[in-house]
Every structure is written in structure tokens, then in C-alpha cells.
């Protein structure tokens, strides 16, 4: 209005705040990049070269299996002489030779990714403790007695959780599947392929839809989580008066009752997970049998060697356990996105009515 633009002239309007994403973002960016040495910096790097050789090596030492196969079955009536220099004795050393490499890949990703998390989480937690400290008594006392410990645990675990399912999890299976289908593609045709991408696709959906549902029963248990810990907190810190009011026997019925409750979100997490479980394996199961009737038929018509279906099983197979765990990822992540969420919200500075950063 015109008659107050003389008055606010000389203060300028706040700042917009970003979004819930873009902050997550940068906050990743800041604890988990910029807040590393670049000794750490380059150990992360080599953690996510290690994801994508250890896939593509994944996936040669399934040829190598059929390709020791295929020189195994010459062996029958072939010249005699060491066994170990025979060309099946070789492929099948490479094969182990391949699977070992994947192995040392992955455990070597664990070592390097490992400290690079626990300094995030420290560098986080460390700022989120110093802004709550930095708040006023008022904004104390209204917290509920062992809330924020259960943020900061909450917080710091959502962090390792979100970095290993998006950089280790859901990027990974993603790039696992892509590479397999292009495999596939080519050495079994578009039928096969497609075949596999539905297949990857109803397995995937059925565990983003179930696990969007089980979200409702977590949301619960840590309700429930944190009414049990603000009770033992309360009871504990105020004991004296517990006493005193003879209400031992009130506070053991009360402590009883929030831990059933508790016991029994825990089962229907359990129920469900175990449905969950049993619906995608019965979809990957399914599918991997057409895929394998979809070979035989090619085996059948002369244009696809029998060794090839070793090689289709062991790709699909390799698929199999990261798919099934892609939708409870998901899921993981957007749940690590809320309780990080909450921890991002004592590590922000309070500011004052134009926006800046209270001193």
C-alpha cells in the first residue's frame, strides 16, 4: 500500500524460503562435499568408481560361468594331460577370478564410503547442536522431555540411511538393470528384454506401493517411539516426585501400555513386510520363468546355444535381491528426508522478522 512504502523504505523484504527439496540438497551438498577434506572427497569418488566396476564385473563373470560350461562339455573324449591347463579350468578360474573382484569392489566401497558418512553426520550434528543450544529458554521448555535426543538420533542415523540408498542402493540398481537389459537386447532379442523390463517393473511397483502403505505403521511406531522415551525421561527426572505421590505402580501400568502398543505396530510392520517379501518374489519368479520358456523356445528353433540360459539366469539372479529392496529404498529415503528434515530444522539459524540471522 502507498501508505506504507515511505515507512519500509529503508528495510528490505525477507528472503523467500527455499524448498524442503532444495534444502536437503544443499545440505547434503555442504556436510557430505564441501565439509570433507579432499582426501575424503577422492575416497568417495573411488567408493562410486567401485559401484560401477563392480557391476560391470558382475555381469562378465556370468559369461565366463556359460563359457566354462561350453569348454567343460568338450572335455568328454579330448586329449588327456593336467586338468588345470585345459581351457575349462581356465575360464572356470577366470569366472572365480571375477566373482572375487566383485566381492573386493564392494567390501572396498564399504571402507571408503564409511568415514566419509561419520564425518557428514558429525559435521551436522555438530551445527544442529550449536543452534539449539543458541535457542532461548522458552523454545526449551516447550520441547517434550527427550525429543530432541531422539531427533538428533533419528537425524544422523536418516542421513547414513539417504546417502547409502541413493548412492549405493537406488543409483547402483538402477545402472545394474539398464546394463542388463541392454545385455539382454543383445544376445536374446527384444523379446526377452522386454519381457525382463516388465518383469523388473511389476517387482519394483509392487514394493513402492506396499511400502507406501507400511510408511502409515512407521509414521506410527515412531510416535509411539517417542512417547515411550518422553515417559521413561519424565518418570525418570522426576522420580522424587513419583515417589512421593506413591504413583509407582501408575507409571509401571502407563509404561506397560505404551510398550504394547509399541510391540503391536512391530507386528503389523513385521506382517507386512513378510507379505511384501512372498507378493515380489512370486512376481520376479513368474517372470523369470517366461523368460526362460521365451530361451527355450529359441533353444528349440537351433538360434540360441543351451549355455546362453546359464547366462540369462545369472543376470536375472543378480538382479534379483537389489530389486527386491528398491521400493523398501525408496521408501527409506523419503522417511530419512522427513527425519532429516526435523534435524535440518535445529542446524538453520533462527532469524528475526527482516529475514536475517539473529546474533
Keep these: 500500500r502507498g501508505g506504507s512504502s515511505g515507512g519500509g523504505a529503508g528495510q528490505q523484504a525477507p528472503r523467500q524460503a527455499p524448498s524442503r527439496a532444495r534444502e536437503l540438497g544443499e545440505l547434503l551438498w555442504v556436510h557430505v562435499w564441501d565439509a570433507q577434506p579432499w582426501a575424503r572427497r577422492l575416497a568417495l569418488l573411488v567408493a562410486l568408481a567401485c559401484v560401477v566396476v563392480g557391476k560391470l564385473v558382475g555381469v562378465r563373470s556370468t559369461f565366463a560361468l556359460a563359457a566354462g560350461f561350453e569348454a567343460a562339455a568338450s572335455l568328454a573324449g579330448g586329449p588327456s594331460g593336467p586338468l588345470v591347463l585345459t581351457p575349462a579350468a581356465r575360464t572356470l578360474a577366470a569366472y572365480v577370478g571375477y566373482r572375487m573382484l566383485s566381492v573386493a569392489c564392494e567390501e572396498l566401497k564399504r571402507c571408503l564410503y564409511a568415514p566419509v558418512a561419520q564425518h557428514a553426520v558429525r559435521s551436522l550434528t555438530s551445527v544442529a547442536f550449536r543452534e539449539a543450544l543458541a535457542r532461548d529458554s522458552a523454545w526449551h521448555r516447550a520441547q517434550p522431555a527427550g525429543g530432541l535426543d531422539r531427533v538428533f ?78 515417559l521413561c525421561v519424565e518418570s ?14 501408575q507409571e509401571s501400568r502407563a509404561y506397560e501400555g505404551r510398550v504394547l502398543g509399541m510391540l503391536g505396530v512391530r507386528v503389523r510392520l513385521a506382517r507386512s513386510l513378510g507379505l511384501l517379501n512372498v507378493l515380489q518374489r512370486l ?14 523356445r529359441d533353444v528349440r528353433a537351433g538360434s540360441l546355444a543351451a549355455s546362453k540360459l546359464v547366462v540369462l539366469n545369472g543376470l536375472m539372479r543378480q538382479l534379483s535381491s537389489p530389486v527386491q529392496q528398491l521400493g523398501n529404498s525408496y521408501t527409506m529415503a523419503r522417511q530419512a528426508c522427513v527425519d532429516l528434515g526435523a534435524l535440518l530444522e535445529l542446524s538453520r539459524a533462527q532469524r528475526g522478522a527482516d529475514g536475517a540471522p539473529r546474533p
Excluded: M, W, Y
Design 153 to 230: 538420533h533419528r537425524g544422523s542415523r536418516a542421513l547414513q540411511t539417504l546417502l547409502a540408498a541413493v548412492s549405493f542402493n537406488l543409483v547402483p540398481t538402477v545402472l545394474d538393470a539398464a546394463l542388463v537389459l541392454v545385455v539382454l537386447r543383445r544376445q536374446f532379442g527384444p523379446a526377452v528384454s522386454a519381457c525382463a523390463a516388465l518383469t523388473l517393473f511389476v517387482t519394483v511397483a509392487i514394493g513402492v506401493v506396499l511400502n507406501e502403505r507400511r510408511r502409515a505403521l512407521t509414521l506410527e511406531a515412531i510416535r509411539r517411539d517417542n512417547a515411550l522415551s518422553s
Design 236 to 249: 525418570f527426572r522426576g522420580h522424587e516426585l513419583v515417589k512421593l505421590a506413591c504413583a509407582e505402580a
Design 283 to 296: 512376481a520376479f519368479t513368474s517372470g523369470l520363468l517366461a523368460i526362460l520358456l521365451l530361451a527355450l
